[in-house]
């Protein structure tokens, strides 16, 4: 969605996949410090051994940058538990557009001096400067971990289960994510992955330190449920709907925010809107983080249906004061959809920090900003 | 320390004291939305109320305002479990130099549409923009908190039991702070608050949700240790700390983070420096968070012991890559330190964005940048 790596016109990519090195870390505070370029699930391994985890965990982690993560704010699966990376990242070491070595890579997690400048460049997708490392914050390995997939009637019924879960769980919860019955029916239909509790409306995945199952299979709230035994297992048909959807036909991907209350709502709407015109419209997304992934395939490319499906996603977001780009950023596609979220003199101000700190334009040149900033 | 509302020659001080509303609470979302003149302990007693509690707390709690901790980005006794207001803080409402409001105020955990301006708000002291309101995410108010109190013969003693801590008890630890023999003497002799244990070179204060002292007190780390039967007397010690330097006689007070393993090094060399010209060397502070509170005493306001003390405190600090300014800001008197924890090139970055913001100069005129950019 973010397109952080594809050329327009005539950019200049950068790969940062030789800068792979870890440079430092620290037992006892879990401060790991490394190049822009070391791989996600390669910085995973390195402290599985050393029993910690990163703080962030997505389907991507195979191949994506922790740069980038940084670069695009990445959210992902452990955003509920451990935070975004806005409070994860300690330091970062950024390349600004005048070739200036900017040095923030603190490794610090109290740090109050002066304006917390590696803040402009976390999300800001390589627009303000290139970053070239990072140190980062990283939770212990939790001791034991209960994955549980749960059954639901309906959306408030999930809701209903998502505040018990916090009441009861509150410390202990560290994902809350849902999946819609058209989401388990292209798991089922492209990837033969079978439903492993009885067919429902709506499906969660509760990851906890806590044996939660037995209290909730007696609330009137779960129709059926199932605790991992593997727990990768349950985990990745969660991870996989992307990958269902790719075999599904051409997929008009949205990301956005919304009160938690009401993300669901937005998948019911679009489907009434769009009727027949799409081939499925399907839901899923974290609960914990009001973070919606809104998915519509179509056999073929379809502007007939794209233009049924914009402006409205955005305008009916806007109305209930969401987010267009809430773990993906603004990218190419997006930009100039910024006002939908954003009030003009917000967006004006991002203009100014823009010019401040690349005044020829060189990073990223057709990202994040609209085109009336130009 | 960071003296946010000090007048220094001319300035008016803006009073946000009758901006106290709480706008609305999201009891699903946990996400506050209030005024900036809320007092912190009032949000506290209204959330309690709803089952949930803020991210912060701080000793000052009775009277700081909730925009004050945000524009110092105020750190406190949470900070290890719930993360910093980086992450806490959701949106912010700021009135800029020329009077233009700014509307951050985003009730949204994710959110990546464009720059994430209120992040150069939170933690800029007032010198960019005046916070007006303020929308946080609360975490549910945990079941039930086992505060601990523990001694230990070492500072090395205190770091392992605390990555035994972190090891056995992982996302269910919420605060690790310590204090040293100097504190409890003080706490003793001031204010009359008795050693609950033996007396030992240091002392622990452990929040979690776990009953952790049996195990604790099997290893050879700890000499002796017990568990608060009302949750308030123990912490109340720690949090006191501050009122009996008070008592004390003139106190200098230096709030540094460094590496954890370093932190109490600084205590001790502090100490053999200045020998006899102090009164009291005290060290307490957050061992999560490499945060530490050093403190020295004398009997009246001394600029020969001053001068044995500064740059001394930052020059030590600046050579383990440590921060002069942890949970508290530059302010007044620090802000010609900066360079002791910032590199050149960053501060004139710094001044840029200050000048963008404010190009007369109007807002807390006199903190946080240092006088050669002024």
Known sequence: MVGGSVPVYDEI???????????????????????????????SLYLDDRDYIMPLDLGAKGSCHIG?????????????????????????????????????????????????????????EGTLGVITAVSI???????????????CETFEQLLKTFQLCRGMLGEILSAFEFLDSECMRLLNTHLKLSNPISDCPFYIVIETLHKFLEEAM???????GTVATEDTKLKYRWNRVTEALTHDGFTYKYDVSLPVEEIYQLVTDMRQHLGRRAKS?????????????????????????LSAIEPFVYEWTSRHHGSISAEHGLGLKKRNYIY??????????????????????????????????K
């Open 13 to 43: 990519v950068l790969s940062t996949a030789l800068m792979n090195n870890i440079l430092t870390f620290d037992s006892v505070s879990g401060i790991l410090t490394c190049q822009a370029g070391c791989v996600l699930e390669n910085l």
């Open 68 to 124: 980038g993560n940084v670069a695009t704010n990445a959210g992902g699966l452990r955003l509920l538990r451990y935070g975004s990376l806005r409070g994860t990242v300690l330091g970062l070491e950024v390349v600004l557009a005048d070739g200036r070595v900017l040095d923030c890579l603190a490794t610090l997690r109290k740090d109050n001096t002066g304006y917390d400048l590696k803040q402009l460049f976390i999300g800001s």
């Open 137 to 151: 914050l990283c939770p212990r390995k939790p001791k034991s971990i209960n994955v549980v997939f749960l059954g």
């Open 218 to 224: 007696t609330s009137s709230l779960v129709t059926d």
């Open 281 to 305: 419209v399907v839901g899923y997304g974290h609960v914990g983080d009001g973070n919606l992934h809104l998915n519509i395939t179509s056999p073929a490319r379809d502007h007939a249906l």
């Open 340 to 373: 939908y979220s954003k009030p003009r003199q917000t967006v004006a101000l991002m203009g100014n920090i823009k010019t401040m700190l690349d005044p020829r334009g060189i990073l990223n040149p057709y990202k994040t900003l609209p085109d009336d900033l």
